[in-house]
């Protein structure tokens, strides 16, 4: 075949295929070609724009417009459009009586074709061009049902699209040059291609097929074995057999000397640490939880990686295993001894993990506790202690581990058998005790996780703060999320428990666990176990104690006049600033509980005692939190402030600096006045008991003496806690006005010494102020390029940056040539558009001149006559 | 017919009575769909046709339960009042549409001398009607009710010798709902007599446009007497809101309400704020000349201000009086500064708003931005900002600092905290809307102090012993549990 190609003009280089390309290429009129210089000449590279043919394109130019700009000048002052659309109309060719027959073969061909637009029944559907009769249909689905009927890739590549189709067909070519000369005709070679995939489907079906059977196969053969194996499948005692003969022991410690190749060598562990040692690395520790705490406190992220050897949470995992595995193994003394048949179902059956855990865990731990359980049964406050001596070690808890994994490397076995010895003489000796012990206040070893918050009431009712500390201790100890199962989601219930226990001893009506003792004094009790669970489940806590702020929120948003809420409420505010740090910029639980301490002071009415306590306890609580961060509430200066204002003697109370939701007139302006002299006095606490006490008449002098007394101590010390700040004089400023307005003589010696001090103390604020400047930027350095330099020249030049960098820059580029067309096609257009209305007024002149001309002549004709008549007369 | 004497019968019992005036609705919403209750034409008596007779007896009936009802507006029973004037404004809807007597020559037949009785029953002066003036809420948001409610109220007016609380108060529940629609509005008015469903077909025939020019007559003449009336606080504060919204641009001379205006605006408190409003537009669109105005403004910013209800207004107010370009750049300092240091007192939703407000003048005000980058002064020994200072010339806050944000930067609550943070940083280049901030409140504040994100629970890592016995505990020595 020919060699297809463009062919250069150039004479010298079509000489060999010159007949077929005189076919294709006109004969060009070399007085209109252009040949465009080329500036530098490139090997190899084909170029496009070498030569032109102006006059030709021009005239082409010309002629489109003609078509085009032209019509639409001509039709420029015309409204509407004339568009003939009868057969045959616009062919001149046509003869008149074919058009007649068109157009009444078209209008039948209109009134039979179709009776109905929506008459579907004379239509066929198809689908790719195949009717989809109910035959066709069933054959169609098959087509597409698998991706094995897909051609494979090399045979698409081969023969669709055109593919290869030109190096194979020269291949082919020449093959079949040899074979026999006459060459394929496209028909026979799309037959070839039929008949090719047809035959690719059908093996791979058979194939499929093949596997199919062989898959179904092996599965009968599995189960007619397994049916013959159902007599002698493997059994635990079996298991423990083989371990104790040491096939299996034996086995498995090969594999590993093959696999780490440290055969005979003992784990390294940790040293043993001096109690100088450990006290240090507690330190360390503390120093870097608290270097934490500052960062947060800024708002800067704490990374990650940091927290994870030093964060609390680290502090848990690290003690973990101690507590679990210490009663782990009481409770195996328990079951051995036949103690409790409660124990044994609430210990999380591990089975084959048991055993290892033992191995890690504590040997020492686990004497300890065997001995103080054989010496509880004897007396129950040596177990208590123990149990507190416990618990005071858990801050020791990374030094214990230490300990543990020492010793239980060593000789584990040994100890074990003479724990159980011990264990065993002790059970023997002490049950008739025991039995006629049965008390009635013995408080169970562990505890199942109660379903209902009943159960749970019913555990910790009538019984003293001690008990219900062991118990929660214990609660807290069995439950342990290290012990795995579902304990951590046992530990956020029993926190709800907590939350839902304070909740009901706090109220009005408190719930009275038991007889005499205050149900409040509980709440000493659960806030350590509070914080406890916290350190497990940080996440999950925080998320239920929010349910419960949100709920306590909500309860003080409902009325429109705010009021403080009872005990219930405040003892939530005061506890989560001892589970959570209050000093975070940011925090899950402190920053909306600090919108709500703000809301409280800010908006809620001051006009009992009752209020007045809980307003100062809320304060209290809010100066607390902020004490650590050193940060700015103006709703607390603005609550202390206004209780000074309604403590302070004036005859015009509006002059005086106050804020709502302190009123100037009214009864509530004057609670706290003195109306005599208080000398007798002494410093006492308030309480947060009278908080839920219901409103009083009158409020006790004392009482007043009491709240201005602790107002000042907290001025006080907010004054020192805000120095910092710049503003801080103008912060102080109502404060020094009210106090000047307070009646100190009648007030003790004590609050009128307390009060000096404040004075003083706002009095001391730094006073030096530098104007703000902001601070001086570093100046931007300007741009630096290095020079691009090429190494590798590849004939065009390499543009640097990103995707879409490159992109736009193409972009760019592209709408700039075709704006410079654009303009150059206007440009022409109005050089047409000129050229037009040239000729037309040319044109219009032309034929005025002319008439001009003819009447001028007539006219001369006219005259010629005329004289002629007058020549005549 | 029965119901005469039944109504006469059981004049004590409500629930006859209310069955009554049901009753009666109903048969003469029929009468009226049917035509029975047209005007036979005027004849000698002997002449009338039998139908002709029962008509103009059906009429006779038909005003007698209209007078009767109009006397049920003053039974001492709630319900029966407000059942009696619902099935009075029905009627009234009826009649208009299906209009007894025929007048051909007037095309919008609205039957208004049965609206006057009405509501000259209902602004009476010796009973608090506005519970069941509020029920007539629906019917004016039509614009022909509208329009001769207001012609009523002008005529009642008028007539009014001695004007007491009550009356005004009645009066006010009326004048309030009063809204004359802008000229040029587009004509999707309701009207109150094709209020039903056959509005659409209808429609050409009862052809009604607004009179603006006669109802802005009747509106000045009613509030050249009303401003003249001695006003109740609660009225006072009424028609403060009320006259800059509703009828300032439709007065002939808004300038008349200037000592009205000045007045309250002088006051203090709250009025003031409320005054601010019709003393700005008097300003902005009537040239009116006030001396002293931002003097006064400044002294409004109180530390009251905050709790005051009128707030948000108070603050988008500010905000269009200190867009001005031509402002002494003292008394912008002024404001700006005042705001910081009322920020130190404001509560917390509050401040964002202030710090905002404070950002956007500061974009307005090149000049300003002295006040928080001013690097060539030295130490300063004291504030010169004086707090207590009135004039804002005087107040020396263009050589001050802005401090108190400097503070805030160190606010406990996040948002505020990040809100002064442009304090140390560039200023942003777009103003922010104030109006996202001016009504915020601590409920959505803590609403979106819950839904923040925070990366990790943090806990503390000291143990704490009890309720008050804690490691860095300051409350152990003020408070014990019991």
Redesign the interface.
Same mark, same amino acid.
């Given at each position: 075949m020919a060699k297809k190609g463009k062919f250069k003009p150039k004479g010298g280089e079509g000489r060999g295929g010159g007949g077929a390309s005189k076919d294709k290429e006109k004969k060009l009129n070399p007085f209109e070609v252009h040949m465009n210089r080329i500036k530098y000449d490139v090997v190899g590279r084909k170029s496009k724009n070498d030569r032109g043919l102006p006059g030709v394109s021009r005239a082409k130019a010309i002629k489109k417009r003609e078509r085009t700009l032209l019509q639409e000048y001509k039709v420029r002052h015309k409204s509407n459009v004339f568009i003939d659309r009868r057969i045959g109309e616009n062919n001149a060719t046509m003869d008149p009586e074919k058009k007649m027959l068109l157009r009444l073969a078209a209008v039948k061909k209109k009134q039979f074709s179709k009776k109905s637009l929506f008459n579907l029944n004379d239509e066929e559907l198809t689908h790719g061009g195949v009717a989809l009769t109910e035959g066709n249909f069933n054959d169609a689905s098959a087509f597409s049902d698998d991706d094995d009927d897909m051609l494979d890739a090399q045979f698409v590549k081969d023969t669709h699209f055109g593919g290869d189709f030109l190096t194979k067909r020269k291949e082919e070519d020449e093959s079949t040059k040899k074979d026999d000369d006459k060459p394929k005709s496209r028909k026979e070679w799309i037959e070839e291609i039929i008949a090719e995939s047809k035959k690719k489907k059908a093996e791979s079906k058979k194939e499929k097929e093949e596997q199919e059977e062989a898959v179904s196969k092996l599965n009968d053969d599995y189960q007619k074995f397994m049916s013959i194996m159902v007599g002698h499948a493997m059994t635990d005692a079996d298991k423990e057999k083989s371990k104790k003969d040491g096939e299996f022991r034996d086995y498995d410690s090969l594999v590993r000397e093959l696999g780490l190749e440290r055969t005979g060598k003992a784990k390294a562990v940790n040293k043993m640490k001096t109690p100088e040692e450990i006290a240090k690395e507690k330190k360390t520790r503390l120093m870097a939880l608290e270097a934490d705490r500052i960062r947060r406190m800024k708002g800067e992220d704490v990374a990650e990686v940091k927290t994870k050897g030093f964060s609390a949470d680290d502090l848990n995992d690290s003690f973990a295993p101690v507590e679990d595995n210490r009663f782990h193994v009481s409770y195996k003394d328990g079951k051995m001894l036949g103690h409790s048949t409660e124990e044994v179902g609430l210990q999380p059956d591990t089975g084959d993990t048991q055993s290892e855990e033992s191995e890690d865990g504590s040997e020492i731990e686990a004497d300890e506790d065997v001995a103080g359980e054989g010496s509880e049964k004897e007396e129950e406050d040596v177990e208590e202690e123990d149990v507190e001596e416990a618990e005071d070690s858990d801050n020791e808890s990374d030094t214990y581990s230490d300990i543990l994994h020492e010793s239980s490397s060593e000789d584990e076995e040994s100890e074990q058998v003479v724990e159980k010895n011990k264990s065993k003489s002790k059970k023997t000796s002490e049950k008739k005790r025991e039995l006629m012990e049965a008390a009635k206040r013995e408080i169970p070893y562990t505890f199942t996780i109660p379903q209902e918050y009943e159960a749970f009431w019913a555990l910790i009712e009538e019984r003293t703060p001690g008990e219900v500390n062991t118990i929660m201790e214990r609660m807290v100890a069995c439950h342990h999320p290290s012990l795995g199962g579902d304990n951590k989601a046992k530990c956020d219930t029993i926190f709800k428990y907590l939350l839902q226990t304070l909740h009901l001893i706090c109220d009005t009506e408190g719930e009275i666990i038991m007889e005499g003792v205050h149900p409040m004094v509980y709440v000493d009790v659960l806030v350590p176990h509070m914080y406890e669970i916290v350190q497990l489940s940080a996440e999950n806590s925080a998320n239920a104690f929010m349910q419960v702020i949100e709920e306590k929120y909500a309860d003080f948003n409902t009325r429109k006049s705010k009021r403080y809420p009872t005990a219930d409420t405040l003892v939530f505010l005061k506890i989560a600033g001892l589970l959570f740090p209050a000093s975070d910029y940011q925090h899950l639980v402190m920053t909306p509980l600090f919108v709500f301490m703000t809301h409280l002071l800010g908006q809620s009415q001051v006009s009992t005692q009752r209020e007045v306590s809980a307003g100062l306890f809320v304060a209290s609580v809010t100066l607390e939190n902020v004490m650590a961060s050193k940060r700015f509430i103006p709703e607390l200066c603005n609550f202390l402030n206004g209780l000074l204002f309604i403590s302070a003697k004036s005859k015009d109370k509006t002059k005086l600096p106050h804020q709502p939701p302190f009123k100037p007139v009214g009864p509530s302006s004057s609670l706290l006045e003195l109306k005599e002299e208080c000398q007798d006095y002494e410093p006492t606490k308030l309480k947060l008991t009278d908080v839920n006490e219901k409103a009083v008449e009158d409020v006790s002098e004392k009482f007043k003496v009491l709240v201005v007394h602790t107002c000042t101590k907290m001025l006080l010390k907010l004054c020192k806690c805000w120095s910092g700040l710049q503003a801080v004089r103008s912060i102080f400023n109502s404060t020094s006005v009210l106090l000047e307005a307070l009646p100190a003589s009648s007030y003790p010696a004590i609050v009128q010494e307390s009060m000096s001090t404040l004075k003083e103390a706002i009095a001391n604020l730094p006073k030096h102020l530098q104007p703000l400047a902001k601070q001086e930027g570093r100046p931007k350095a300007l741009n630096m390029y290095e020079p691009a330099v090429e190494t590798i020249f590849e004939g065009v030049k390499k543009r640097f940056g990103t995707k879409e960098q490159l992109e736009r820059q193409k972009l760019l580029y592209k709408v700039k040539r075709e704006a410079k067309g654009a303009r150059r096609e206007i440009q022409r257009d109005r050089a047409f558009l000129g050229r037009q209305k040239l000729q037309e007024t040319l044109q219009s002149d032309a034929e005025r001149k002319r008439k001009v001309n003819q009447i001028m002549s007539g006219l001369a004709l006219q005259e010629n006559e005329h004289k002629k008549m007058k020549k005549k007369k | 017919m029965p119901e005469a004497s039944e109504r006469e019968s059981a004049d004590d019992k409500e629930e006859t009575l209310s069955g009554a005036i049901t009753s009666l609705h109903a048969i003469f919403i029929f009468l009226f769909q049917e035509g029975d209750l047209v005007q036979p034409k005027i004849m000698p008596e002997d002449l009338l046709s039998p139908s002709d007779k029962y008509k103009k007896w059906l009429i006779e009936r038909f005003k007698e339960t209209h007078t009767q009802l109009i006397i049920l507006l003053t039974h001492e029973e709630k319900s029966i009042q407000e059942l009696s004037i619902v099935c009075l404004l029905k009627l009234l809807a009826a009649e208009g549409k299906h209009p007894i007597s025929d007048k051909s020559g007037k095309k919008y037949a609205f039957p208004d001398q049965q609206l006057k009785a009405i509501l000259k029953n209902l602004i009476s002066e010796t009973q608090d009607n506005c519970s069941l003036l509020t029920l007539m809420l629906e019917a004016m948001t039509f614009a022909d009710f509208n329009y001769w409610t207001l012609k009523h109220l002008e005529n009642i007016l008028k007539q009014q010798k001695e004007i007491n609380a009550i009356f005004m108060n009645n009066f006010f529940a009326l004048l309030e709902l009063v809204d004359i629609p802008e000229e040029n509005a587009p004509e999707s008015q309701q009207l109150f007599l094709l209020s039903d469903e056959d509005a659409e077909n209808e429609e050409e025939h009862y052809s009604f446009t607004y009179p603006t020019t006669e109802a802005k007559k009747h509106l000045n003449s009613i509030w050249q007497r009303v401003i003249k009336w001695n006003l109740t606080p609660d009225l006072y504060r009424r028609s403060l809101v009320l006259i800059p919204d509703k009828v300032l641009h439709h007065m002939k001379q808004p300038l008349l309400f200037t000592d009205f205006f000045m007045e309250s605006y002088d006051l203090g408190g709250p009025i003031s704020l409320l005054a601010l409003q019709g003393v700005f537009i008097l300003v902005n669109k009537y040239n009116l000349d006030y001396p002293d105005f931002y003097k006064k403004l400044y002294r409004l910013y109180e !530390?009251?201000v905050f709790?005051a209800k009128y707030r948000a207004r108070f603050f988008m107010l500010c905000d269009k009086f200190l867009s001005s370009s031509h402002l002494p750049g003292y008394l912008v300092a002024a404001f700006a500064k005042r705001m910081s240091?009322l920020?130190?007192?404001? !509560?917390?939703p509050c =401040?964002v708003m202030l710090l905002h407000f404070i950002v956007n003048l500061l974009i307005r005000y090149p000049n300003l931005r002295v006040? =928080?980058?001013? !690097?060539d *002064?030295p130490?300063?020994?004291? $504030?010169p900002f004086d !707090?207590m200072e009135p004039d804002p010339a005087k107040c020396g806050a263009s050589n @001050? @600092? +802005?401090?108190?944000v400097? @503070? +805030?930067k160190?606010? *406990?609550?996040?948002e505020v905290?990040k809100a002064a943070g442009f =304090?140390?940083k560039n200023l942003p280049i777009i103003e922010h809307n104030l109006g996202d901030k001016v009504e915020e409140t &601590?409920?959505e504040? &803590?609403e979106r102090?819950?839904k923040?994100k *925070? /990366?990790?629970?943090?806990?503390?890592?000291h /143990?704490?012993?009890? +309720?008050f /016995? &804690?490691q $860095?505990? *300051?409350?152990s020595?003020?408070? @014990?549990?019991?």
């Open positions: - | !530390p009251t709790h240091w920020a130190l007192q404001a !509560p917390a =401040i006040l =928080i980058h001013n !690097p *002064v130490e300063l020994e004291n $504030d !707090p @001050s @600092s +802005l401090w108190e400097a @503070s +805030l160190h606010h *406990v609550l996040p905290a =304090i140390h &601590y409920e504040m &803590y102090a819950c923040m *925070v /990366k990790t629970t943090a806990t503390t890592f /143990k704490p012993e009890g +309720l /016995k &804690y $860095d505990d *300051v409350m020595d003020m408070w @014990s549990l019991t």
